[in-house]
């Protein structure tokens, strides 16, 4: 291209400018804002976190407000998604039910996600005996599968959300660490790592300096894809009669409780069907967008 | 191979010994007395308590219970008895293993056989309305309670339009209900993994190269990228299985199946923990048996795999028929 004209000039300068400074991460935010499943499913996290944390702001009774004259009624304007068989209104359960479900599903992510890193990080950076060992037992966890092992753990813990929450992250581990283990291996044979070794860095500077930063991208995408999945056996655990119970509203178990009245009256299973769905659905969405976004072989 | 073959097999002991230990210890750990429970307030007498506790062996301290339980596991397939009923465990689950295992084994096909090609032609036509619509439709069975899902088809094609009977197991239309909903949420993720691999694959070189040799596409796509895709679609079924015979519990409650998965909640219920620790093995051994299949199926249709197995003897046959093509390739330029 000849450059007749001083504006021409300047536009190249700028861009060459602009790509001088353009940040990977700057990339990873264009690719993510750009898609646009990716975008709808925030969307739809965003505004049902904001609704469940706001629940005592949005909700228009108490969550155990029984209104005994307003038995079993279709969605009006004064109950938006009608009321259950106590007469509570439906909307402010959910809401305040959504509260006990994400927070179960987040803190069982947070916990597997944490000690799966963990071990991961270990069995990937040491290798050897560390790594056999470490992986042995995964393949133990790993062999019961995840609601059996979920049933088995809630049973000997009882019910409550923080039992919920721990019997739950369980089955999520031999997955975390998985994908923690073979992003060390990775990143472990890069010339960097070599380099700071040379240079006389310890173990733990080596782990917490130069590889935990370049791991970050997997696990978000293994925690926001998880918490969706968490939710789903929270439900199981409910549907077996373990879990969260009542009267602590919970998505599945306002599901659950339901489910006898599911052929004369439709609101008290499609409402709590929907927020399960709907969850699911934004949570695996941005996890997807969020993935390709941080996948540098998708780069165009 | 053979070699290869064993070396999985063996390893499925002490994983199986171990999922044992585990599920065991929750299950000895757990708070409750069993013998209260079978006795009742009523019924207890210091006596009753203690001859009823040698009785079921809960007398004997933990590691005595574990290796005793281990034993009688591994030398007489005897998983004890339930608390709630003087039946054996291993007389039930020898009549409810073989219903799940149909169960679970048909949903399995249901779901490859409808989930592959689907995958496939969504990942072929990438971006086409086709495309768009199998994957939404894919996030969103992905997306439902599979509790609901066995719900509602009940009561459209049982209730409703009674096309298809409820509950039972009389005829095989029984069957069609509970089958496609234990298959369907793993079809819907299935779809989207076979889509992914497939993508991954179409984009590698030896799928151009092939199409600039000038290949007709459909060999393209059975002879060069299928084979490739195979690998990783075939090593996740293991998963989908552990998830479908967890769904499985579901599908039975909901149409009334004499399954491990009705047996399953009968002891979450009574909270008669032989039943459960009976079932989860039962369970975890199928999944393994399942996962080594896959492992060396694998093996089988993996040249990359299978080469790391080769026996001593046949890699050097191999190597003197390389050396001896070479020299006659030599020979002829000479």
Known sequence: MILKTKAQKKKLAQD???????????????????????????????????????????????????????????????????????????????????????????????ISGGLGAVFGALAGYFGGKVDITIMRIMDVLMAVPPILMAISVSVALGSGPINTALAISITGIPHGVRIMRSTVMAIKGNDFIEAARATGSSSARIIFKHIVPNTISPLLVNSTLMIGGNIMVISGLSFVGLGVKPPTPEWGSILVAGRQYIREFWPIILFPSLFITLTLFGFNLFGDALRDALDPRLKD | MGKYILKRILWMIPVLIGVIVIVFTIAYFTPGDPVMNILGAAGYTPERYAAKQAELGLDKPYIVQLLTYIWKLTTRLDFGKSFGSAIPISSELANRLPITVRLNLLSLVL????????????????????????????????????????????????????????????????????????????????????????????????????????????????????????????????????????????????????????????????????????????????????????????????????????????????????????????????
């Open chain 2, 111 to 334: 779901m490859v056989a409808i989930g592959l090609p689907l995958g496939m032609i969504s990942a072929l036509k990438q971006y086409s309305v086709l495309d768009v619509v199998l994957t939404s439709l894919a996030l969103l069975a992905a997306a439902i309670p599979g509790f609901v899902m066995a719900v509602l088809a009940a009561l459209i094609f049982a209730v409703y339009l009674k096309w298809l009977p409820l509950t039972g197991l009389a005829d095989w239309k029984a069957w069609i209900l509970p089958v496609a909903c234990s298959a369907l949420p793993g079809m819907a993720v299935y779809i989207r993994f076979t889509r992914t691999t497939m993508l991954e694959v179409i984009r590698q070189d030896y799928i151009r190269t092939a199409r600039a040799k000038g290949l007709a596409e459909n060999v393209v796509v059975r002879k060069h990228a299928l084979k490739n895709c195979m690998i990783p679609i075939s090593t996740v079924i293991g998963t989908f299985v552990a998830n479908m015979f967890s769904g499985a519990i579901i599908v039975e409650t909901v149409y009334a199946i004499p399954g491990m998965g009705m047996y399953l909640l009968q002891g979450i219920n009574s909270r008669d923990y032989p039943i459960i620790v009976g079932v989860v093995f039962c369970v975890s051994l199928l999944v393994s048996i399942v996962n080594l299949l896959v492992d060396i199926f694998y093996a089988f249709i993996d040249p990359r795999i299978r080469a790391q197995y080769v026996s001593p003897k046949t890699k050097k046959e191999l190597a003197a028929k390389l050396m001896d093509s070479k020299r006659s390739i030599e020979g002829a330029g000479n």
């Open chain 1, 16 to 110: 060459l400018a602009a790509m001088a400074c353009r940040k990977p991460q700057n990339d990873i935010w264009r690719r993510l804002l750009r898609n646009k499943l990716g975008m709808v499913g925030i969307t739809i996290v965003v505004v049902l976190v904001v609704l469940c944390l706001f629940a005592n702001v949005f909700a228009r009774y108490p969550y155990d407000f029984q209104m005994f004259e307003h038995r079993f009624e279709y969605p009006s304007w004064q109950f938006w998604f009608g009321t259950d068989n106590f007469g509570r209104d439906l909307w402010s359960r959910l809401l305040y039910g959504g509260r006990v479900s994400l927070l179960v599903a987040f803190l069982a992510t947070l």
